[in-house]
DNA sequence: TCTGCCATGTAATATGTTACATGATTGT
DNA sequence: ACAATCATGTAACATATTACATGGCAGA
């Protein structure tokens, strides 16, 4: 049931059309939930027809034209129960591994390669994600790691400090960066310890 | 098209029936790529059917008993071919991730609670796979790091060396090790800074 | 015989993927 | 008029999830 919470989340940050949607799947939230623009039209008329969300702007609708749609009330209040509700982390789910514990059996050949190209991949998107990173969120919270802050916790946000939301995007985005740094090193610790230690014509 | 492949694994390190496939997707197998046990028996059907695997023992099957499959030779270079292919890495999709991204726009109402919760979950996931790391890969290739090794590369597997099979599952077991512990570091760090930023009767 | 569990399976639904269809708009 | 592209949509299929159904077997 995310989808729809995904698509809610990105029209509250701005008002879209399907096609619009789609190209920002394709970048930030895509990121972390993909959808194809079939999935998201499907969607579009689901949570228009539930009171969602509604169109804007069109007396009826033509095939052919351009249609935006905003956050009703209700959608609102649907997303931030969503926040609050409990779902448990799915398990990992990974053919990459499926295919080392299957290469354990019937032989490693062409996994090198397939290796390696994994590795340039991950190598890629985490180069993304810090040019992401140092656009968006460069001036990094002066007081990360030292926390020098009166007693009390009032808090109101003052000048040159990160809003929440901020904060927010800035931690999901930490957590792409990381995963794509734990992927990084592993497969090079896999690549060096199948060039020291392997038999077989399978360098490739 | 991971499934069949994951059962061809599964039944290759050891035939069993489709209730035993479903407890080991509980726990080795399952820990990277899950499934149900109707997922499991629809798959044996699709399997037997393409000639991949074979009904042992049985002369005509009766629905409530056992019914026990071993992998063909057709089936094992299905497998062989599914690891030598190409597969792209799938984007990530984490519903906790565009849960955060939502609370950025909506509020973070009920989050902390969750991401404490999430945490418990990881470091059991994390204590567990050390325990397994422990049991089954104990006595780590004591070269690891050092690598004080002939200059030539010859290679034939000594005694009291890991085999490429245990290499390989330990490598596979290792990125789960990683990827949890990447998950601990990133809530850990995740509820610090919302234990010192944020405003809100939030901490629940 | 009844209960509980082992084991295999069906059915319905939800979600995701792939291929294709149709109309609108813009530039040449 | 035509081609390219924007934009919305249908259809068919594959995969995954949830709920339920059926039969076998073992012990009280």
Redesign the pocket.
């Known amino acids: ?3 729809p919470h995904a698509i809610l989340t990105a029209l509250l940050e701005r008002p879209s ?4 949607l ?1 190209r920002r799947f394709d970048r930030s939230i895509g990121y972390f939930w ?6 998201i ?2 969607e ?2 689901r949570l228009e027809e539930a009171g969602h969300i509604r169109a804007l702007a069109p007396e009826q ?8 749609y905003e956050v009703l009330e209700a959608g609102r209040e649907e997303l931030t129960g969503w926040v609050a509700g409990r779902e448990d982390p ?1 398990p990992v ?1 990974d053919p990459l591994l499926l295919r080392m514990r299957a290469a354990a059996v019937v032989g490693t050949d062409g996994l090198p390669v397939e290796l390696r190209r994994h590795l340039a991949l991950h190598e890629r998107q985490l180069a993304e994600y810090r040019d992401i990173e140092a656009r968006d969120f460069s001036p990094r919270e002066p007081e990360r790691g030292t926390e020098r802050r009166p007693e009390r916790r009032l808090r109101e946000p003052r000048a040159g400090e990160p809003s929440e939301a901020d904060r927010l995007r800035h931690l999901v985005l930490r957590a792409g960066i990381d995963l794509e740094r734990m992927w990084v090193d592993w497969l090079t610790e896999a690549l060096r310890e199948s060039d020291t230690a392997p038999a077989g014509p399978d360098a490739a």
Chains 1, 2 share one sequence.
């Open positions: 049931m995310s989808l059309s399907g096609l619009e789609t993909s959808a194809t623009h079939q999935q039209y499907r579009l008329g609708p033509v095939r052919g034209r351009r249609k935006e799915k789910r």
